[in-house]
């Protein structure tokens, strides 16, 4: 799992990366021509990569809640979600954690509480407002099941669309919203990685039986790379 969500999180950087290097060589050709919309839109394969990059990224956090939930042993872990596994809210509008997280958390594991914070910077709720990175999730969203339409500067900033199907924004401030994304989910696999670690030790220091570490190889020398 840790392997997919690396591969994952490296291809949404290098497509980031070569979107921002258009004046440059690069991977993305166009192959199709474009109606001009006549809002200072853009259009073509170089934007669809960035959008994708985005919602790959955030689509990651969701593999990590799937593997989360898998290691502590949850009912439908492969049916999860980042917004689902911490717990639910009941009648009154009261959160209530799910088990296992609770337990992990009453261990005091600091990289399970890391990732619940990114859960809170990524949400809203009635007692919360809105948390502080909970428009890149909109965004992503937006670009998964409606329609993400970027523009150049000459854009006007009160613009939107009388539509709830299309998103509008501005190229230079969804390329900031891209790349603050990935700084997240890096974190946030950091983060999974500690959570991993600091369960392993607590099982270690209870287990009354013989630990035995074991080295796993690297991929690429393995496959003669």
């Known amino acids: 799992m840790i392997n997919v969500m690396k591969s994952d999180f490296a291809f949404a ?9 258009y004046d440059t060589d690069t991977p993305f050709f166009e192959t ?38 898998c290691y502590l042993g949850m009912k439908k872990a492969h049916k999860t979600s980042f ?3 911490w717990g639910k809210t009941g ?32 949400s809203k709720d009635d007692s919360r407002g809105h948390g502080f990175m909970e428009a890149h999730k909109s965004y992503r969203n937006s670009s998964t099941h409606r329609f993400s339409v970027l ?3 000459m854009f006007p900033d009160d613009h939107s669309s009388s539509s709830l199907a299309v ?9 900031s919203l891209t790349l603050d994304s990935l700084k997240l989910v890096r974190a946030a696999l950091f983060y999974f990685v500690d959570m991993i670690n600091f369960a ?21 020398y393995i496959r003669g790379r």
Request: charged share 25%; glycine share 6%.
């Open 13 to 21: 950087r290098q497509v980031y990366f070569d979107v921002r290097e």
């Open 32 to 69: 199709t021509s474009h109606a001009d919309t006549l809002d200072y839109a853009v259009y073509g394969v170089r934007f669809s990569a960035l959008t994708s990059a985005q919602r790959i990224a955030f689509d990651i956090l969701d593999k990590i809640a799937v593997a989360l939930a």
């Open 83 to 85: 917004s689902d596994i």
């Open 91 to 122: 009648k009154g509008g009261i959160f209530t954690l799910n088990e296992e997280i609770a337990n992990s958390f009453r261990s005091g594991n600091p990289g399970l509480i890391a990732l619940y914070n990114i859960y809170h910077d990524i």
């Open 151 to 153: 523009h150049d500067d």
């Open 167 to 175: 998103d509008h924004t501005h190229l230079n401030r969804f390329e």
């Open 200 to 220: 392993e030790e607590i099982s270690r220091a209870d287990s009354r039986g013989i630990v035995v570490s074991s080295t796993v190889p690297d991929h690429d």
